[in-house]
Every structure is written in C-alpha cells, then in structure tokens.
C-alpha cells in the first residue's frame, strides 16, 4: 500500500535533518551548493514534470538499475540546467526588457496603466 512512499519519506527525513543542523553549516561547499538549488527552486518546480514525462516516453537506458541510474543523473543534469538558464539568464534578461519598456512608456508620457489594453483595465 505504501510502496511508492519510501524515496519521498528519505527526502523528508534528510530535509529535516539538513534545518536541523543547518546552524552548523559555514561557508563551505554544503551552503553554496544549498543556496544555488533554493536559487532555481522556482523554476525546477516549473520544468521537472515536463522533463520527467518526456524522459518516461523515451525507452532508450531502460530495464536495468544501471540505465536507470543512468536516466536519473541525465535527469538532474537536465533539469538543474534548464533551470539554472531560466531562473539566472532568461529571466533577468525579460525583467531588463520589461523595466526598458517601462521607462520608454514613461518618458513618452505614457503611463503603464494607459498602456493596457481597455478590456484589462
């Protein structure tokens, strides 16, 4: 009844144990490396699914706990990449067009509420 529960309640449980001790963890490769996966959290929330399903669909590495071991790592590769160039590359080069069209608006008189169409407003 519960098999599929066993790898989340490991997560859980090494979770737990990482803000319990987490008092104790400097500046060392631990922290940069935890502060690097709450940077992209977001987006890896976004994209993990998609990426799992389409890695489902392909039967390539598959029947064996080495292929699987080796889908996983192609996986987290995958997955922290497209990430990591969503949350630190794509999107502060949106927010620089987002904030480059705004001041354009404003030094044009217009303002970003005139700017909308009639039927958002």
């Given at each position: 009844?519960?098999?599929?529960?066993?790898?989340?309640?490991?997560?859980?449980l090494?979770?737990?144990?990482?803000?319990?001790?987490?008092?104790?963890?400097?500046?060392?490769?631990?922290?940069?490396?935890?502060?690097?996966?709450?940077?992209?959290?977001?987006?890896?929330?976004?994209i993990?699914?998609?990426?799992?399903?389409?890695?489902?669909?392909?039967?390539?590495?598959?029947?064996?706990?080495?292929?699987?071991?080796?889908?996983?790592?192609?996986?987290?590769?995958?997955?922290?990449?497209?990430?990591?160039?969503?949350?630190?590359?794509?999107?502060?080069?949106?927010?620089?067009?987002?904030?480059?069209?705004?001041?354009?608006?404003?030094?044009?008189?217009?303002?970003?509420?005139?700017?909308?169409?009639k039927?958002?407003?």
């Open positions: 009844m519960y098999e599929g529960l066993y790898i989340p309640a490991i997560l859980f090494i979770s737990i144990l990482f803000l319990v001790f987490s008092f104790r963890i400097e500046f060392g490769l631990i922290k940069r490396a935890l502060v690097f996966i709450g940077g992209i959290s977001y987006s890896t929330y976004l993990h699914f998609p990426i799992l399903y389409l890695f489902h669909s392909v039967t390539l590495f598959s029947g064996t706990w080495y292929t699987a071991a080796i889908r996983l790592v192609l996986y987290l590769i995958t997955v922290f990449s497209i990430s990591y160039l969503l949350e630190k590359k794509y999107q502060s080069w949106v927010m620089e067009k987002i904030e480059a069209r705004r001041l354009r608006k404003s030094q044009n008189g217009i303002s970003l509420w005139d700017s909308l169409p039927a958002v407003r």
